[in-house]
């Protein structure tokens, strides 16, 4: 067995539930420090958090990543135990199997192979782990980069193990992604008996007109790396539950996701401004749970498309579709973040698994990329 399949083996077998991690990133320590590795768990809540790193020197790559993983689901439909490592037909089922303890045994036994071969290489090398990538995010990563930064350390490039794979190993990596702010709009009206409407006045007749218009608004064209920004109505909620009452408000969430072509003030402007333009009074609650980021063609693209070419053949796509995800926390303190891992097919699914064909070659594109940029 490789090394990489029987850590990856070692960690599905961990039930680490986010906010939980079970200790995986312990597991992770015990192969780090033999190879000299500064590791320092950081405690913020249920969460632990792992920054461990080799070497003083720049620049500094680091290695990112989450040891929660998602709920399982029932487990009855699952073919095998999720916390069961179980090889059959090529794959290896398991929670976490695709998101994303593969990702991070691959990198551990990447940075194991260049360390034994390159014990002289140039700059430092880190990982930055946390238990709370799939939960609110809140005392994970970003508790982390807040204390990196306080301290002053500099950041050169950061390889996230998000499952960006789509058909085959290798043929998306992510750049960039969107970011996402959600609004609670409120519209106020006047309650009533439905058979008297002159004597009410009905909110959500009142709304429509404008959610119409607020649905056909274009917000931006995009750019090269990004889609249009997307609006989009997740809730509407209205009414007493009876049905002769006309309800005196309506509340309807939505959600932005968008690009690097707009910013948040102007997106709040310009929904006020449609808004602002009907006959109802109205409030409106913000809340931003991450901001776009967008690492341009460079040094570390270049690397790690270098790798992938190198190990499977295939010319990667740079793309900034998905939700978001913790790279919006390094991207403040991390000049360039790429995002790479296997297909994500699976996750976050009942049975999720990867190809056992795709597990030394992600270990060994990750080792690739290093080379490329420390040697």
């Not at 006047?190 to 056909?216: D, F, M, R, S």
């Not at 109205?282 to 341009?296: E, M, Q, V």
């Not at 390094?330 to 994500?344: L, S």
Request: net charge negative.
């Amino acid at each position: 067995m490789s090394r990489t399949l029987a850590l990856t083996e070692e960690l599905i077998a961990l039930s680490s539930v986010t906010p939980d991690d079970n200790g995986c990133q312990q597991r992770l320590i015990s192969h780090l420090e033999p190879l000299s590795f500064r590791c320092e768990t950081i405690r913020s809540g249920n969460v632990s958090n792992l920054w461990a790193r080799k070497g003083n020197a720049q620049p500094l790559i680091v290695f990112a990543g989450h040891t929660d993983v998602v709920p399982t689901g029932p487990v009855e439909q699952w073919t095998s135990p999720p916390f069961s490592p179980t090889r059959r037909d090529g794959r290896l089922f398991g929670r976490g199997a695709a998101d994303m303890k593969t990702s991070i045994a691959a990198m551990v036994v990447a940075v194991e192979e260049f360390v034994e071969a390159h014990p002289g290489h140039r700059g430092s090398i880190a990982f930055l782990l946390t238990s709370d990538e799939e939960g609110p995010a809140t005392d994970g990563t970003a508790v982390v980069c807040n204390m990196l930064k306080v301290r002053g350390e500099q950041l050169d490039y950061c390889v996230i193990g998000e499952p960006t794979s789509s058909d085959m190993l290798g043929d998306v990596i992510k750049n960039g992604r969107r970011g996402s702010m959600s609004g609670r709009l409120i519209i106020k009206g006047v309650q009533g008996h439905i058979a008297y409407p002159q004597l009410a006045k009905n909110p959500i007749h009142l709304a429509a007109p404008a959610l119409a218009e607020l649905v056909c608004e274009k917000w931006d064209e995009g750019n090269e790396y990004y889609l249009p920004t997307s609006w989009q109505v997740s809730n509407i909620h209205g009414g007493t539950g009876a049905g002769n009452v006309i309800p005196g408000e309506v509340v309807v969430d939505f959600n932005f996701r968008f690009s690097t072509a707009s910013t948040i003030e102007g997106l709040q402007t310009r929904v006020h401004e449609i808004l602002n333009k009907y006959d109802f009074g109205y409030d409106i609650k913000w809340t931003i749970s991450g901001l776009p980021f967008l690492t341009p063609r460079g040094e570390l693209s270049e690397a790690i498309t270098r790798a992938i070419k190198s190990e499977t053949g295939i010319d990667a796509d740079l793309s900034t579709t998905g939700g978001t995800s913790d790279g919006r926390f390094i991207a403040q303190i991390c000049p360039q973040v790429i995002e790479f891992g296997p297909p994500n097919e699976s996750i976050h699914k009942i049975d999720e698994n990867i190809e056992l064909r795709f597990i030394d070659p992600l270990k060994n594109i990750y080792r690739r990329t290093l080379e490329n940029l420390l040697l």
